[in-house]
């Protein structure tokens, strides 16, 4: 008698484990006919740790294998209804993915989760890219990071141990740096560094996110490591340039600036910014040269016309305040030094109606404009540009 009680209670068992494994099947026919939300309410049955029935199915790597498939199929599915069943159900199934090979001591499974992973990082990749392309720079930093994750597994990595997906790498670092997590955005382009992914670039990259950090002299110090080992290119040249700029490091900048000039002699912001930079030194003259280089290489480039106007023009409003502290008594000094001052005005002239040329509509232009042709007591020009302010 005892032993038909003990059979009895063997065979209740058994049948129990297999009534809850039966729910791992019914949950991946379920989602092989296209049912999610039934097969959604079987595996969560046979993995509910409140449920005394799962205590067999749980620690069976099949179970966890199939939630994965499931929560993948809800992501790819295209009914609304469905994709309401899972918030993040990428995360949910490469998390299951991850169990089913914990669980899976000796390896049985392990061949169909490493193709079910290669899957998965085809939806991923998706989901980064469709997050990125909507400004969600968040959403997509954790997909292109959950990439990288698959990527480093041992059952995936094993297949190419020396492989490194710099396009992810790279791609991850830009996501975090849009995202303002410039931490990992140098973490992540300094890994791609070491493969010489995307050469210069990538060095005014990570200088550029130390400066977001206002971490000036790990930025000086990238701009310098990748000029030393691309001096040719004049991305980095550029970025070593702007940030000697920022950090009005003026005679670093000069050289530099040079050094770019020789390497792109066609590169008409370089003259521009060298003009710039000579007029912080009081060296106008020089500044002048820079500017109307400037100009030779792009004739219509504002800029440089607007600079070298202002340049001249300024020269006059100080020349007028040199006339005006002259005394009341001497008239004819005074004069003397109001022409002066017609002298740069006349100078800055023909370079405010270019940019005037080059755009009709700019304010600044039409102000200088409107000075100008007062003092030449050119009063038709001056009252269409009245005209044209408003006023």
Partial sequence: MKKTIILLALVLSVSGAFAQKGKVTSAQTFKDSGKLDKALEAINEATDPANEKAEKSIPWSKTWEVRGEIFQAIFQSKD???????????????ESYKKALEL????????????????????????????????????????????????????????????????????????????????????????????????ARTYSLIADSYMQMQDTANALKTVQEGFEKYPEDNGVLTAMVDLYMKLNKNEEALKYLDMAIQQDPT??????????????????????????????????????????????????????????????????????????????????????????????????TLESLKNLYYRMKDMDKYNAILEKLGQ
């Fill in 80 to 94: 609304a209804n469905i994709k309401k069943l899972a918030d993040d159900p990428l995360t949910t199934a490469l």
């Fill in 267 to 364: 590169n008409v912001t370089y003259y521009f910014a060298k003009g710039a930079l000579l007029e912080k030194f009081g060296d106008e003259e020089k500044a002048v040269d820079a500017y109307q280089r400037a100009t030779e290489v792009d004739p219509n480039f504002f800029n440089a016309y607007y600079n070298l106007g202002a340049l001249y023009y300024n020269k006059g409003v100080k020349q007028i305040e040199v006339a005006n502290s002259v005394p009341a008594n001497d008239n004819a000094k005074y004069e003397a030094e109001l022409k002066k001052a017609d002298v740069w005005f006349e100078k800055a002239l023909p370079y405010m109606e270019k940019c005037h040329e080059l755009n009709a509509e700019e304010t600044s």
């Fill in 104 to 199: 899976d001591e000796k390896g049985k499974g392990s061949n169909s989760v490493k193709i079910k992973l290669t899957l998965l990082t085809n939806d991923l990749t998706n989901q980064a890219v469709e997050a990125f392309n909507n400004n969600d720079y968040a959403a997509a930093l954790k997909s292109f990071e959950q990439i990288l994750e698959v990527q480093n597994l041992d059952i995936v990595k094993a297949d190419n141990p020396e492989g490194v997906d710099t396009v992810i790498l790279f791609n991850t670092g830009l996501a975090a740096y849009n995202s303002k997590d410039y931490n990992k955005a140098v973490k992540y382009y300094t890994e791609v560094t070491k493969y010489g992914y995307n050469g």
